[in-house]
């Protein structure tokens, strides 16, 4: 039979979805499954959103506004940002495939981090680019000294993920600015900072007020995660206005539905609300990270909403044990566990079953 798609593709792995917390739950024959594998926000959704989308909902059978001027403006706004370096879409994990899209051709090279987000290996491949994949620190960090390096005159795109997904770990300033002070200038570095506002670090930058100026620097952000919009898909980013504007060329067509954008001007009323959530997040994360360190955990400091358990081998068997006792959290294996920090209760569940789990596992 004659092949119609890519061969290289074969190799290419799937995104792993967090897994449903009904099918668990029914397969275990428990009341009620928990999930702490997808890095989302348990607080429901953000005062003002639901009333913004049932508004938007009655006029679905019109197309959203293509330029998606109000909420752009908003977003240069909330920023001090023109809106013309702003570009939208369906989260940032759309808007980075439109930047390899806008910015490489077969051949060209990516760089990033690895472990990092698992989405870069198939957003490069996808757009027919070659992963350079540099290995992380023996911190869990990435190592700029070596990503540095491994840059050539073939490289047209670098992934930089701060905090960086799945280990939660963080750079700072002094090493960001070395970093980006010898980078050539024909080299795009994507800042990816879907976590920035679960950072309390006073020295990890908020790429967008350090950085964003520079004329190769683009910073990724998402409202999937603090913001509360994950079901909605509703991602920005902010370039130099040049870039913004050839990415806007290739961007999908009304890719920011008229519901997304309802909801991200409602959800961008409420700061002072995400702003009391996420401290609530990072008070439960200091919490996890000691109980798990006292079980000799060598838990990394996380500056996101998750932590990042170093289980080397024995990251599956504890994925399974865990969703066994019916708590599913995010495997990586052979490196390690994400676990997505969720409401006090669901946190003290985890942490029972994680002192059993290490038990069997040992």
């Keep these: 039979m004659t092949r119609l798609t890519r061969a290289d593709l074969d190799a290419l792995p799937d995104y792993v979805p967090g897994r449903n ?11 009620e ?4 594998a997808s890095n989302e926000v348990p ?6 959103v639901v009333e913004a989308i049932t508004d938007a909902a009655r006029t679905v059978h019109r197309y959203p506004d293509m330029g998606v001027v109000q909420l752009r403006d908003r977003i240069g706004e909330r920023f001090g940002v023109a809106p013309e370096r702003v570009v939208t879409g369906c989260g940032s994990v759309a808007l980075a495939e439109i930047l390899v899209k806008a910015t490489c051709l ?5 760089v990033y981090s690895w472990r990092s987000f698992e989405a870069y290996p198939i957003i490069a491949a ?35 993920c701060n905090p960086n997904n799945p280990t939660g770990t963080s750079l700072r300033r002094a090493e960001l600015d070395r970093f980006l002070g010898e980078l050539p200038s024909d080299v795009l570095v994507v800042l990816d900072e879907a976590y ?8 990890v930058p908020d790429g967008l007020e350090t950085y964003g100026d520079r004329p190769n620097v683009v910073v990724l952000r998402t409202m999937s995660k603090a913001w509360g919009l994950a079901g909605l898909r509703m991602g920005y980013l902010v370039a130099q206005p040049e870039i913004a504007a050839t990415i806007r060329k290739v961007v999908t067509p009304f890719s920011t ?13 409420q700061e002072a609300e995400v702003r009391r959530r996420c401290a609530e997040v990072v008070a439960e994360r200091s919490r996890v990270t000691e109980a798990l360190r006292k079980l000799s955990l060598d838990v990394p400091d996380s500056q996101a909403n998750f932590v990042w ?3 080397g081998d024995r990251t599956a068997a504890f994925t399974a044990a865990c969703e066994n006792r019916g708590v599913i959290v995010r495997g990586f294996h052979p490196e390690g566990i994400r676990v997505t920090i969720g409401t006090p209760e669901e946190n003290d569940k985890f942490l029972v079953v994680a002192e059993a789990t290490l038990t069997e596992t040992a």
């Design 106 to 110: 077969p051949g060209d090279e990516i």
């Design 43 to 48: 607080y429901g959704p953000l005062p003002g």
């Design 21 to 31: 917390v009904a099918d668990l739950a029914r397969e275990l024959g428990i009341a």
């Design 126 to 160: 996808g757009g027919g680019a070659t992963s350079v994949r540099v290995p992380n620190t023996a911190a869990h960090g990435h190592d700029l000294t070596a990503i540095a390096e491994a840059i050539t005159d073939r490289t047209r795109l670098v992934f930089v």
């Design 257 to 269: 539905s008229l519901v997304a954008q309802a909801a991200a001007l409602a959800a961008l009323d």
């Design 309 to 311: 358990l170093p289980l």
């Design 33 to 36: 499954a928990i999930k702490l």
């Design 196 to 203: 920035r506002e679960f950072v309390t670090d006073p020295d």
